[in-house]
């Protein structure tokens, strides 16, 4: 369970993110939804201790995010927007060096990096470099390296962007897959298809700020518009200044 309440931030005089509030639920899927720029990036490197918010609370589970931050990082998974993957490291060891940070014992590290990597479909690249490999491949390294310490929290910055369709798809599949799983999935993300096949909730950030929060059917009848693409612009477009 994941919660934010009246979360600001700004870097100089850009504000980045201005009193936002939202709650993203156990065994669901909640779309982080704006265009670029919105705050959705930045909101969620605060919830995943990253940065620290100027104003606000938010919290995780029990824990509060600035309160107790190894907590927080014990209980999420996140998938930044920049991998961040060390290239001269295989895939294999990306993946043990991050469950070794989680103090996993060496047998369960074992058992879960096989487990992934299995269901990841990684057996090809589990022992190449990560230098060279293609942005699929990349994620599902970093996906991997999120999951290995098996979070209840998963946090996915626009995870399907460069990636090829079958990718896409196979990435859809994993995400399902968590929700089924009882985590809490959150994904920004400023693709509609995305959108339309994945989530149950849809937060929409714009100008910094939360604009809408509900589900797919609720913004549709909220906003007039059957067609997400649709209502997603009138929310946006209303909250410029």
């Given at each position: 369970?994941?919660?934010?309440?009246?979360?600001?931030?700004?870097?100089?005089?850009?504000?980045?993110?201005?009193?936002?509030?939202f709650?993203?639920?156990?065994?669901?899927?909640?779309?982080?939804?704006?265009?670029?720029?919105?705050?959705?990036?930045?909101?969620?490197?605060?919830?995943?201790?990253v940065?620290?918010?100027?104003?606000?609370?938010?919290?995780?589970?029990?824990?509060?995010?600035?309160?107790?931050?190894?907590?927080?990082?014990?209980?999420?998974?996140?998938?930044?927007?920049?991998?961040?993957?060390?290239?001269?490291?295989?895939?294999?060891?990306?993946?043990?060096?991050?469950?070794?940070?989680?103090?996993?014992k060496?047998s369960?590290?074992?058992?879960?990096?096989?487990?992934?990597?299995?269901?990841?479909?990684?057996?090809?690249?589990a022992?190449?470099?990560?230098?060279?490999?293609?942005?699929?491949?990349?994620?599902?390294?970093?996906?991997?390296?999120?999951?290995?310490?098996?979070?209840?929290?998963?946090?996915?910055?626009?995870?399907?962007?460069?990636?090829?369709?079958?990718?896409?798809?196979?990435?859809?599949?994993?995400?399902?897959?968590l929700?089924?799983?009882?985590?809490?999935?959150?994904?920004?993300?400023?693709i509609?298809?995305?959108?339309?096949?994945l989530?149950?909730?849809?937060?929409?950030?714009?100008?910094?700020?939360v604009?809408?929060e509900?589900?797919?059917?609720?913004?549709?009848?909220?906003?007039g518009q059957?067609?997400?693409?649709?209502?997603?612009?009138?929310i946006?477009?209303?909250?410029?200044?």
């Open positions: 369970m994941i919660r934010a309440s009246g979360l600001t931030k700004s870097f100089g005089d850009v504000r980045a993110v201005a009193d936002a509030s709650s993203a639920a156990d065994g669901q899927i909640t779309a982080l939804l704006g265009p670029n720029g919105a705050g959705k990036s930045t909101t969620l490197r605060i919830l995943s201790t940065l620290k918010a100027d104003a606000g609370e938010a919290w995780i589970d029990d824990h509060e995010v600035a309160a107790d931050p190894m907590a927080i990082r014990r209980s999420i998974g996140v998938l930044p927007h920049a991998a961040g993957l060390y290239t001269r490291l295989t895939a294999r060891e990306n993946i043990a060096y991050f469950g070794a940070l989680h103090g996993l060496r369960t590290l074992k058992e879960r990096m096989d487990g992934l990597m299995e269901r990841l479909d990684m057996g090809e690249i022992d190449r470099r990560v230098a060279g490999f293609s942005q699929g491949q990349r994620i599902k390294v970093a996906l991997a390296r999120a999951l290995i310490h098996d979070p209840g929290n998963v946090m996915l910055d626009e995870p399907t962007n460069g990636l090829d369709v079958m990718s896409t798809r196979a990435l859809r599949e994993i995400i399902l897959g929700k089924a799983e009882g985590r809490c999935v959150v994904f920004s993300s400023h509609m298809q995305e959108v339309a096949t989530c149950d909730e849809i937060v929409i950030v714009a100008s910094g700020g604009r809408f509900g589900t797919p059917q609720s913004l549709s009848a909220h906003t059957e067609n997400l693409e649709e209502a997603f612009i009138q946006v477009q209303g909250a410029e200044p």
